[in-house]
């Protein structure tokens, strides 16, 4: 019989050729005195076949390097449009490539940015002088991701919850991705503290993002984890870091359970704050000392990167918690995976005016740069610009 290695819950067996099998076979079992003969005990247990574990975790670790992080921008169409009206354009596919153009030409981006997570239509889409929008961000030296979930929808049998859809054909999508160049993914679901959060609502987050992260490793993607603690409610920080520590053990727990290699994912969790009605702040200092004590008590050691999700948070502020959390050495890359908190100040700059697409370049360069010493603990808020101490929370989406 081959020999079997356990690896963070995973089981590899050699000589296993296909993507996923099991494994059955026949132990004896220990006579036990007085019976009459020896009996025979099935034994199973999953096996995961290592076709693409060195590519996956080879992936993760060049994201989670030092200094980089990741740029968010896979906004659905409906959700771009929003982004686009707040500037007084249109949701046309013209816009969008425009927009995205802007982001993924920037250059030398690639000195803060390791990867970046794009919506469907991007990652099949082409610049304006006909260059595939993923081969611009190679040659930046980006890894392209891709978003694989199909957002959120009522969870029946909670409290006024949702959950995540997307798990039906995501092998055949995630196939077709890595095909087309994607190197990782991302799924997004949602806690919401105000509603409870029910057990039913903590499981099937948790479940839904194992199966989507075995499904992905399956077929070549690095996974990156995201539970969505929202900022919505009137709560302190003990029962955002309750609510979270109760997240975290049951998604590791099914990670494990469905054989995830946790060498070959990134996690994207929300800092520990207080909710966005609560009247008590909390410093960087505080944050970083409650969303670090979760994490050590959570997450093992083996996990590559931990890409923060801005919240909602103003570009200064996340900028500014991740840069406390980064003070002394953590088992993990701390670093970021901002959307809004990277791209604000961009899209006020550009406007949809081709003659402000270098100056809005170079906005993105500045909260990159910003972003890129928060992750070594380096960053200094002095000489930011007032607007970029803005908030930009949005109830039930703190993208």
Known sequence: M??????????????VSLAQ?????????????GAAASRVQNVSFAVRAAGYTDELIATANKVATKGRGIMAMDESNATCGLRLASIGLDNTEANRQAYRQLLVSTPGLGEYISGAILFEETLYQNTTDGKKMIDVLADNGII????????????TGSNNESWCQGLDGLASRTAAYYKQGARFAKWRTVISIPNGPTELAITEAAWGLA????????????????????????HGIDRTLEVASRVWS???????????VFEGILLKPSMVTPGAGCPERASP??????????????????????????????????????????????????S?????????SVLKTWKGQPENVEAAQKALLVRAKANSLAQIGKYSEEGEAEEAKQGMFVSGYTY
Not at 2 to 15: D, E, F, N, P, T
Not at 227 to 233: A, S
């Open 336 to 344: 970021f995976s901002y959307a809004r908190a990277l791209q604000n």
């Open 250 to 260: 049951r998604v590791f727990y099914f990670l494990a359970e469905n054989n995830v």
């Open 211 to 234: 199966r989507y992260a075995s499904i992905c490793q399956d077929n070549g993607l690095v996974p990156i984890v995201e539970p969505e603690i929202l900022l919505d409610g009137e």
């Open 144 to 155: 392209p991701g891709i978003k694989v979930d199909k957002g959120l929808v009522p969870l």
């Open 285 to 334: 200092e505080k944050v970083a000392e409650y969303t670090l004590n979760m994490l050590k008590r959570r997450v093992p050691p083996s996990v590559p990167g931990i890409m923060f999700l801005s919240g909602g948070q103003s570009e200064v502020e996340a900028t500014l918690n991740l840069n406390a959390m980064n003070q002394s050495p953590n088992p993990w890359h701390v």
């Open 2 to 15: 081959a020999a079997v290695a356990m690896s963070s819950g995973v089981a590899l067996k050699q000589g």
């Open 21 to 33: 099998s099991e494994f059955r076979g026949n132990a004896l079992r220990q006579q036990q005195p």
